[in-house]
């Protein structure tokens, strides 16, 4: 068994079980990203563009789309009401469910801090 090393920029694959074309050979992983892009794409730029790297992808798309937190409880705070969500361990969102002029302000504290100046009305 040979080395057939992906064809592709900035991959360091080596075991590619494709037989190779003008663009030579390309490993399984740059296969399966070539197929997500559907089949207007040019073959030669995808070749020369680096492999992405999917975790940093994935944390750079996570920011941009965020998953919705878990609503863990409701609290009081100057006769306001807030719902309280967590998004992470150590990440709380508080949002202020009455202002109805504006979006839902959010913002992020760090757990608890401001928390324990709050009623707590119902935990979910
Ligand atoms: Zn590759």
New binding site residues.
């Given amino acids: 068994m040979g080395v057939f090393e ?1 064809g ?1 920029k900035g ?1 360091n ?1 080596i075991m590619c079980d494709r037989v190779p074309d003008e663009h030579g050979y ?2 399984g ?2 296969f399966n990203e070539l197929v997500s892009l559907g089949v207007t794409v040019n073959i030669e730029l995808f070749m020369i563009c680096k ?1 992405v790297n999917t975790k940093e992808s994935c944390s750079y798309y996570n920011e941009i789309f965020k998953k919705k937190g878990k609503i863990i409880m409701r609290v009081e705070k100057n006769s306001k009401i807030y719902t309280v969500i967590k998004q992470t361990e150590d990440e709380v969102l508080v949002e202020d469910e009455f202002d109805f002029e504006q979006p839902p302000f959010k913002r992020k504290i760090q757990m608890w801090w401001s928390l324990k100046y709050c009623k707590i009305i119902k935990e979910e």
């Fill in positions: 992906c592709r991959c694959n390309i490993c992983d740059c492999p």
